[in-house]
């Protein structure tokens, strides 16, 4: 969406913003094939989605391979899929008695949160928590872990384990993985 934070966010910091996709809203969006280009002109190494709402085409899951990050607002696998999103994925937390949630970044593939998970955050469900206390609760630390998955990205300590599994390299103690 043309006016959303993040766009006014980037336009603010004279950072280029195209909007993808094209819908009768934003009839300025991209298509998938000409989204791919621009990244490319724009010499885009990685894409990271928060809070975005829409699948993500098989075109750009093509071309930016192990490149594509996104933020969940619950443990994966539980919790994720087609529907849930924001609220939802809380109040299905509520709902089920889980003691615990949190938040999990995750690879993007062809569907919806069931790319390989990179990290998570532990998140206590209180017995009288409201959706919106638990929400708070995990975007505090969803805010941390992005920034820290982020740092690990542009310092190269993304690793993949040889059974396919990624794993982030310790700053500390470059010995360890996590
Ligand atoms: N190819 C992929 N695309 C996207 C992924 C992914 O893992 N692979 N993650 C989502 C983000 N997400 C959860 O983290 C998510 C977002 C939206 C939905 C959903 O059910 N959306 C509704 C439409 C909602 C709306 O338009 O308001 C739907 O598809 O019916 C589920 C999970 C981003 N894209
Ligand atoms: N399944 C996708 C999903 O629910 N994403 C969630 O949307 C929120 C965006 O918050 P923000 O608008 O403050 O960035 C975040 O909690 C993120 O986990």
Redesign the pocket.
Known sequence: MAACGGAQYARDKGIPVILFPKTKDEPDGLSPDDLVKVLREFEVDFIL?AG?????PAEL?RAYSRSIF?I?PSLLPSF??????GMKVHKAVIASGARYSGATI?F????????RILAQKIVPVLANDTAEELAARVLREEHKLYVEVTTALCEDRVVWREDGVPLIQSKENPEEYY
């Open positions: 989605l975005y709402l829409k699948l993500i899951i996104n969940h994720g899929g087609k529907g849930y999103y995750h993007v593939d062809e569907h919806y949160d069931t790319g």
